[in-house]
């Protein structure tokens, strides 16, 4: 396991991984950006390639690449070593890490999941109903092994086949009920039936090929809905699956491109005839979740929806979305009217060439817009404008300088004119343009580092400036951690004799609290990397001052809420001692003229 978590850090930079989800900037020997945990104006997300870890100073998250991706992705460790082993290359293998979890109520699910999934493939290969709607496969095109690959499977016209069999398994009603698989008027009841009934199965994988969640496909005439789904459960959540992404996501890394389709046999008959890099939105609408899921994977995708003017419709919200997480887009627009499916079936189409062919999808837009309007008419040339507005505020500069190029040759205008005319044109507010990309913006930008993490960032990152402080620290106010900081540094100072260079990280405390160690040391290096020894000596008396002031104050705030106290009680004695104590303090302060009124 460390072997393993090693390997992958070997092959993924932190600056690489980072900068896939945050644009960052250069700034001295690290790299800094917007964070991406929490919403803020200016960067205080810094990344140390020398260290190999993130951090932010705003929300004080961050850390190597696992703890990266796991705050960013909401998953656990052993998913977080999934998701970078396949960015890495590196084979994890899941079931093996996970037989040391302990059992939880979404394993409970899974196994359902996985038990109903056996069950409809026993009844599509081991029923003589079943035999029929395996002809209906084999007639589609589909081959024996393909079919097995994708664990298609059959449920009976029956309202009781495969509940009696769960329930007899020990699966409890209630997963039952809210994995879609079972009916009920009333759950308490023994009046549940099968949802499922005369329909064509196709499992749906979770990332890591586990059975989340089925789509039924109806297989008698009239029978609604045509298309029958899970509802989103403990385990299923359908803005986050791709169908077919566990099993292409390896050639999408090789072949860096995704291709994303819409429907079930859209993925499996591209895969049967060798292009494996296909996974469908099966249907609905692509979400940003989606979209940075494949973001892990590619920056490339090439859409390919049906043909007609719903499957555009699609193919320009896809845009936009994937748009929202910078990859780019190319579109397939020449498969004669069919889905990748038919295209393949019907004549053995070359899908692998059409998909060589596609085309960046704002050429695409603009030629289908000139093809809408006519371009001989004002009001033609002003709609094609108005309508490619939301596209080119989605490019990036160098693509919508080529872009307005493009479009100022197509409609003849001088390219100056369409700049100013992209310029006035204000986007509806409901635009879906206008949709992505607006995150909240929360007025907490401020540092929240505190004094006494300042302090000790600058004593851990350039030791020459310990001799200065080592007998002025007033150790009586630092919480346990920086108390034993604090103490291991002075070991180490006495050992060393004659000054230390650098600290021996690796020792004592410093070794156990390593990670709060690394992310104060980043924070010196970030905020002092350019001062002289001159510039950091003032700074550290300038901290020890101000520690000065903040423990003064808190304390005679304190003295204030017990003279308070003692004055409601009557206990006069009390409040002569406390009295006294406070003009101790106060003459303390006056000899220090820089500190603040009270
Ligand atoms: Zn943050």
Request: aromatic share 10%.
């Amino acid at each position: 396991m460390a072997d393993l978590v090693d390997d992958i850090k070997a092959k993924i930079g932190i600056e690489e991984l980072v900068s896939q989800y945050v644009p960052l900037k250069k700034a001295g020997r690290n790299l800094k950006g917007l964070c991406p945990f929490h919403s803020e104006k200016t960067p205080s997300f810094v990344v140390s390639p020398e260290k190999q870890i993130c951090y932010c100073f705003g929300c004080s998250r961050g850390g190597d690449i696992f703890a990266f991706i796991q705050e960013l992705e909401s998953v656990s460790f052993t998913e977080a070593l999934q998701i970078l082993g396949d960015k890495a290359g590196i084979k994890v293998d899941a079931s093996k890490l996970e037989k040391k979890a302990p059992k939880g109520e979404k394993d409970i699910y899974f196994r359902a999941h996985e038990l109903a999934c056996s069950f409809f493939e026993e009844k599509l290969h081991g029923t003589s109903e079943g035999k029929k709607v395996l002809d209906y496969l084999y007639k589609r095109g589909l081959k024996d092994e393909t079919i097995k690959e994708f664990r298609i499977g059959f449920a009976p016209d029956s309202y009781d086949s495969l509940h009696p069999y769960l329930l007899k398994k020990g699966i409890p009603k209630n997963v039952l009920y809210k994995s879609g698989l079972v009916s009920a008027n009333n759950l308490a009841d023994d009046n549940i039936y099968d949802k499922y009934r005369a329909r064509l199965i196709f499992p749906i994988f979770d990332y890591f090929g586990k059975v989340c969640g089925f789509g039924g496909r109806a297989l008698k005439k009239d029978q609604a809905p045509k298309y029958l789904n899970s509802p989103e459960n403990l385990i299923y959540n359908k803005s986050k699956v791709l169908y077919g992404l566990s099993h292409a996501k390896k050639v999408v890394k090789e072949k860096d491109l995704l291709i994303l389709v819409e429907g079930y046999f859209d993925v499996i008959l591209p895969y049967q005839s060798g292009v494996r890099n296909v996974v469908a939105t099966s249907g609905i609408a692509l979400s940003d979740a989606q979209a940075k899921l494949i973001k892990r994977l590619t920056p490339n995708v090439v859409t390919c929806f049906d043909n007609d003017d719903a499957g555009f419709e699609a193919t320009k919200r896809s845009y936009f979305v994937l748009r929202s997480q910078d990859l780019n887009v190319r579109t397939v627009d020449e498969m004669e009217g069919k889905d990748p499916a038919d295209f393949i079936a019907d004549d053995g189409g070359d899908f692998e060439n059409v998909i060589s062919r596609a085309r960046d999808f704002e050429d695409v837009f603009v030629d289908k817009l000139i093809g809408d309007n006519n371009i001989e008419t004002i009001s033609g040339r002003a709609a094609i404008v108005r309508e490619s507005a939301p596209l080119y505020a989605r490019m990036s500069p160098a693509a919508g300088d080529l872009f307005m190029r493009a479009l100022a040759r197509k409609l003849n205008l001088k390219e100056s004119v369409l700049y100013d005319e992209m310029r006035n044109l204000r986007l509806k507010a409901d635009h879906p343009a206008r949709l992505v990309n607006t995150k909240k913006n929360d007025s907490s930008d401020v540092l929240r580092f505190g004094v006494d993490n300042v302090f000790f960032s600058l004593l851990l990152e350039y030791p020459f400036l310990f001799p200065l402080i080592r007998d002025k620290a007033d150790l009586e106010n630092f919480d346990n951690e920086f108390k034993s900081i604090y103490n291991e540094l002075t070991t180490q100072y006495n050992h060393a004799q004659g000054g230390v260079e650098v600290w021996d990280f690796d020792r004592g405390v410093l070794s156990d609290l390593s990670d709060k160690v690394s992310f104060l040391r980043l924070y010196a290096e970030d905020l002092y990397g350019e001062f002289s020894k001159e510039m950091l000596e003032n700074e550290l008396l300038k901290l020890v001052d101000r520690m000065g002031q903040e423990r003064r104050i808190s304390k005679l705030k304190n003295i204030q809420t017990e003279i308070e106290q003692a004055e409601k009680s009557g206990d006069k004695e009390r409040l002569k001692v406390l009295l006294e104590e406070q003009m101790r303090e106060i003459n303390k302060k006056q000899l220090c003229p820089e500190q603040p009124n009270l």
